[in-house]
């Protein structure tokens, strides 16, 4: 594309961007029911998508195909204007999305995507209590009976399963096999007999992950994505695949976070001290390389075996740092704001409510330690911590 | 510190620990002798320093405790032991002591607003104007001390009653916390609520105080995380052994104990220089008050990502230490504000 038609691209999101992102979105959604959250983010969502912004990373045939150029300009565009988020469909746009077209079916993809574009909710159920970054420890069981397999077990911290209309998976259907081998990836639908949800209370107060009882559940065999005992495989397709994209949207926000970090210097009169302009330089430096590494990565220039690792750890921490020092800088008064609007992400403005949320980056998805381990061992090829294989 | 003390000072910790566990309320507190550790025998004190304080505010930030008393012991004792002695004053003092009476001083802990008084010279009395945006702990009070500037500059304390000023509650993200908004209109001031200080630098002195209070409630904090981490992270299994035999892990915890060993140091030697006064109490009050609640936010930070998902849940509590602590780091000086406080002296030389 040329720059040109991109520049013409830019100013079409632009002028869209002013029509429609709702104005006083951030008062409206701050502290509001969970149904009203979810309301207004569903019907965000097929605003964004009458304009074919919702899913601009998915193939063309199922309503995306924008190149990555364009998508780096959406995303700067929609921070740029302050658009909500698309928090609840996170991992239906993206996780089930890209699991789907890595490893499912005709059947299965025609059966969701169209209905994920409707608003149909995803959820992840892969951590357990005694699971987490050892996740290949997962107990969770899955037994073929007949057409169908019989699912016990417990899963916990799954983002928005409350509102969640179908869940990612994994189950162990071999219980003899090494532990990665005898697992398997099921699409469940959260209205099966058997799923008890039950929200947890997070530390922001929040209660958006939840755990999830199965109690023989059926899960049809048709559900089954990717082979038998090789659900493992697929999560990793899975995970790999969906970094990088949310990376380019999420450096963008950050972008915003910091410009909004910028104002409040501005307003508190702490842009009058070089120390708060060494500490701002320094971190939009930080957010600079951020935005370059992401824009490397999802060109596709060959990554490196460890680059989706560095990123991940790079924004969560950048993230954590941006928020600490506002909630520094914004003083005794931002600890009055006692709610963060909901849709928005984790640079809302209500400092250290942000603060507290930014460890929801740098806990899922592989902590910061494990990131540092996988750095380590696959980027720069040293020798591995001993004990069971990760 | 001497042998004795040192003994003292174990068992105070003890027994503090011990009470703060059953979430004490303010008889109990005063029962404890809390108020008066620092107060001369004459007012039914202990007789003790602010080290003997110091102990205890340590042990209420490791509990993470609600409740006035940091802001009674920092500011108001403070406040009542440097301003001239006098009947009103005196039974005050006592009457804290004895834990009849919770008096709060209302000094803006973010230093920017500020009370005056005028017409002082008019046999009606001298009135009050003025705010304080955040007051430690308004609503528990039954006396509000409030330090004013009279009309020709001099720092004074006007002693009213809360229902003459209006106290608004300003509900903050530390739930453990307690601050709210204190404004006077014109209040009446009859001549013998209005006292002075002894010192001329007394508010400087008072704000020390506090910021040193703050410091030991940080290191209670960080106390508390690096411990909790290390047991947490000693049980906790993953890859078939507990997660702090991983490097990672194992860093992080020395990184934290580093910090609260060198945060211990520089807290102890701010109390001594407030207990003895010397001269440089003012820098060493800066040193720990930036170096403390930086720490405490790291290292329950940091206690927050070892403790995995369940670091992030609502019941595990970490999170009541983290917001803690950011609230601490706000009160009574910024850490960047303590350290350019530091740098001024670098001109000087
Ligand atoms: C806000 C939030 C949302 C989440 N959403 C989801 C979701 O939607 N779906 C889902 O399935 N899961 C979700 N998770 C779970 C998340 O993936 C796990 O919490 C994470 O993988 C860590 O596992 P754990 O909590 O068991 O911690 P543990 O694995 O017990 O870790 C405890 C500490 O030990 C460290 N550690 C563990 N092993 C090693 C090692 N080998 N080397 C060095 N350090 C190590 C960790 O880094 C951590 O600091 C969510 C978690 C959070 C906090």
Redesign the pocket.
């Given at each position: 594309m040329t720059a040109a038609l991109l520049d013409d691209f830019r100013a079409g999101v632009r002028d869209w961007c002013r029509e429609h992102v709702p104005g006083d979105w951030r008062r409206a959604q701050t502290g509001v029911p969970d149904e009203e959250f979810a309301a207004f983010q569903k019907g965000w969502f097929q605003e964004l998508r009458r304009a074919g912004y919702a899913v601009p990373h998915w193939p063309a045939e199922w309503g995306g195909g924008m190149s990555v150029p364009e998508q780096a300009v959406l995303h700067e565009e929609l921070a740029a204007h302050d658009a909500p988020r698309l928090v609840l469909a996170f991992?239906s746009i993206h996780h089930a999305a890209s699991t789907l077209l890595a490893a499912g079916t005709d059947a299965q993809r025609r059966r969701h995507l169209p209905a994920i574009l409707d608003g149909e909710i995803w959820?992840?159920?892969?951590?357990e209590p005694d699971?987490?970054?050892?996740?290949a420890a997962l107990r969770t069981s899955a037994r073929r009976k007949g057409d169908a397999y019989i699912v016990n077990g417990q899963?916990?911290?799954?983002?928005?399963?409350a509102h969640a209309d179908w869940c990612l998976l994994l189950a162990r259907t071999d219980p003899d096999a090494p532990k990665r081998r005898g697992i398997s990836y099921f699409l469940m639908d959260m209205r099966t007999p058997g799923v008890d949800v039950r929200p947890t209370r997070?530390a922001t107060g929040e209660s958006?992950?939840c755990e999830i009882f199965l109690d023989d559940v059926a899960v049809p065999a048709a559900n089954r994505i990717g082979p038998e005992h090789e659900g493992w495989r697929v999560a990793q397709e899975t995970l790999g695949a969906e970094r990088g994209m949310t990376m380019l949207e999420l450096a963008e926000r950050l972008g915003g976070g910091f410009r909004r970090l910028v104002g409040l210097c501005g307003e508190t009169g702490a842009l009058d001290d070089p120390v708060t302009r060494d500490r701002l330089a320094a971190l939009e430096t930080e957010l600079t390389g951020l935005r370059a590494l992401c824009a490397k990565l999802v060109a596709g220039e060959r990554p490196g075996p460890a680059d989706a690792s560095i990123v991940k750890l790079f924004y969560s921490e950048l993230l954590q740092r941006v928020t600490d020092f506002g909630t520094e800088i914004a003083g005794l008064s931002a600890h009055t704001d006692l709610r963060k609007p909901l849709s928005s992400g984790w640079e809302s403005g209500a400092w250290p409510l942000d603060f507290v949320a930014s460890?929801?980056w740098t806990?899922?998805?592989?902590?910061?330690?494990?990131q540092r381990?996988i750095i380590g061992e696959r980027g720069l090829g040293l020798p591995r911590?001993p004990?069971e294989g990760? | 510190m001497t042998a004795d003390l040192s003994e003292f000072h174990g068992e105070l910790r003890a027994a503090a620990s011990g009470l703060l566990a059953g979430t004490p309320g303010w008889r109990a507190i005063a029962d404890a002798g809390w108020p008066g550790l620092e107060a001369p025998a004459a007012f039914d004190g202990a007789d003790g320093t602010f080290a003997e304080v110091a102990v205890v505010l340590q042990e209420i930030g490791r509990a993470a405790a609600p409740g006035p008393y940091p802001s009674v012991a920092a500011l108001a004792i403070g406040t009542l032991g440097l301003l001239s002695p006098g009947p009103g004053r005196d039974e005050l003092l006592r009457a804290t002591v004895a834990g009849g009476t919770v008096p709060v001083v209302a000094l803006d802990a973010e230093g920017t607003e500020a009370f005056r008084l005028t017409g002082g010279a008019r046999p009606d009395g001298a009135r009050l104007h003025g705010a304080a945006a955040f007051v430690l702990d308004a609503s528990a009070a039954d006396r509000v001390l409030v330090p004013a500037a009279d009309p020709d500059g001099t720092a004074v304390v006007a002693d009213v009653d809360p229902a003459d000023l209006t106290v608004e509650d300003r509900p903050v993200v530390d739930a453990t916390r307690s601050l709210g908004r204190v404004a006077a209109d014109g209040v009446a001031v009859r001549p013998e609520s209005l006292h002075r200080f002894r010192v001329p630098d007394a508010l400087e002195r008072i704000r020390d105080r506090a910021a040193v209070a703050i410091a030991c409630d940080c290191l209670g904090i960080a106390e508390a995380m690096l411990d909790a981490t290390v047991a947490?992270?000693s049980d906790?299994r993953?890859?078939g052994r507990p997660?702090g035999s991983?490097?990672?892990?194992k860093h992080?915890c020395a990184d934290m104990l580093v910090r609260v060993t060198v945060t211990r140091e520089l807290v102890a030697a701010a109390v001594r220089a407030q207990a003895d006064g010397g001269p440089d109490a003012a820098a060493a009050c800066s040193m720990a008050k930036s170096y403390a609640c930086a720490a405490a936010v790291e290292v329950a930070g940091k206690a927050m990502?070892?403790?995995?998902?369940?670091?992030?849940t609502w019941e595990s509590g970490v999170h009541v230490y983290l917001k803690r602590a950011a609230l601490n780091r706000s009160l009574f000086g910024t850490p960047a504000r303590h350290r350019a406080r530091l740098a001024v002296r670098y001109a000087r030389r």
């Open positions: 991992v959820c992840q159920g892969f951590s699971a987490g970054s050892d996740l899963k916990c911290w799954a983002s928005g399963a997070q958006h992950f460890w929801e806990i899922p998805g592989g902590t910061s330690e494990i381990t911590e004990g990760r | 947490y992270t906790r993953q890859f997660v991983f490097q990672a892990v992080a990502q070892l403790h995995g998902g369940m670091g992030y």
